[in-house]
């Protein structure tokens, strides 16, 4: 069975078309608290220029972002809030933690900073630096661009993957207020 | 600079209990807890220190040579004569109680609240005595030399979001 096409007809599968889309329309939520968020500042302006990569409709309500970018440290009061947003983002939606304190709380090992955001929500991308440069930002966004490529779905299929669900196991160690830890 | 020669006549002749003390040229007055609004208010009121510049606290657990656990602290400021005064009130546990200055000073409102989130000391009479800084179900008083500086477990108890809950 041979279907002849014109030339300009491109044959894919859906997903692979849906996630195309996407990767290239990614709209940052900037969750900007420290010193990283002006490097995402650098990144979003002219000399280095997000919009090459389709990334630079900063949006400033969750509602309308499908990208969270977590740029500084998150104390613990600043954690509901943190969670509320990223709630409140519609699927598909992914995250990138950048810099140093995002990703494991960096020099901020107090009581009140969160020791790594990726304890209390999904990240998928961890960008190191203190604060990174806006090239490290970049690279995390095409890296991100390319596992939606690679691994999105039409129906957002790939977040349900049994060992995303898995959780830390430095998690399980935490030791939770009023409780000893239980190490399992 | 130090503060006049008037200033402290007046405090040494209306108040007891007073040690007064100079470093590099700024006064330091030690006043015991129950005196404390007693001179705040006489120096308002007569020495012209209108202005409060700042409530905190120190506490001296394991420093040496200490006599008792907090150190109080007032900064007090004279607008017209630029003179700045420290006051200082020693406490210790269980007593951890001063009469609250928002009575004098509106602007001690918040600073007091700082004092008592950070240190756990108590301001009696502060219109609104709640946490300022940390979260209302917070148990402990951080900036206290007894608290690890990596907390009790206040930063592990959130709730964990997995891809499957939003």
Redesign the interface.
């Known amino acids: 069975m041979a279907i002849e096409l014109p030339e300009n007809v491109v044959v894919s599968k859906l997903d692979e078309l849906a996630s195309w889309c996407r990767k290239n329309s990614l709209w940052p939520m900037p969750f900007a608290t420290a010193c990283c968020g002006i490097e995402l500042m650098a990144t979003g302006a002219s000399r280095h220029d997000l919009a090459r990569f389709g990334a630079e409709v900063f949006r400033f309500s969750p509602r309308q972002c499908d990208l969270m970018i977590v740029a500084g440290r998150v104390v613990m009061k600043m954690l509901p809030v943190l969670q509320r947003i990223w709630q409140q983002m519609h699927e598909p939606k992914w995250c990138i933690s950048m810099g140093a304190c995002a990703s494991t709380g960096g020099v901020f090992d107090t009581y009140c900073v969160v020791q790594g955001i990726d304890r209390f929500i999904p990240v998928d991308m961890y960008v190191p630096g203190c604060p990174p440069r806006p090239e490290q930002l970049i690279q995390a966004i095409i890296d991100l661009q390319d596992k939606i490529q690679r691994e999105g779905t039409l129906t957002g299929a790939e977040f349900e993957l049994s060992q995303r669900q898995q959780p830390k196991r430095a998690l399980l160690e935490l030791p939770i207020l009023g409780q000893t830890p239980q190490y399992r | 600079m130090p503060i006049r020669e008037a200033v402290s006549e007046v405090l040494r002749a209306r108040i007891e209990g007073l040690e007064f003390s100079e470093f590099r040229g700024r006064t330091r007055v030690v006043v015991p807890a129950g005196r404390l609004l007693d001179a705040l208010r006489l120096l308002r009121d007569e020495c012209g220190f209108d202005f409060l510049a700042d409530i905190t606290c120190v506490d001296y657990l394991n420093y040496r040579g200490a006599r008792d656990r907090f150190g109080l602290v007032y900064q007090l400021a004279s607008l017209a004569s630029n003179e700045r005064l420290v006051l200082r009130v020693p406490l210790n546990e269980p007593d951890l109680v001063v009469p609250s200055a928002t009575g004098l000073w509106e602007a001690a409102n918040w600073l007091e609240r700082e004092v008592w989130d950070m240190f756990g000391i108590r301001f009696e009479g502060h219109p609104d005595p709640r946490r300022i ?3 209302e179900e917070f ?1 402990a008083h ?1 900036l206290r030399k007894d ?20």
Do not use: W
């Open positions: 800084l940390l979260p148990t951080p608290y690890p500086l990596q907390g009790r477990g206040e930063r592990h108890n959130f709730p964990v979001l997995r891809r499957r809950d939003a």
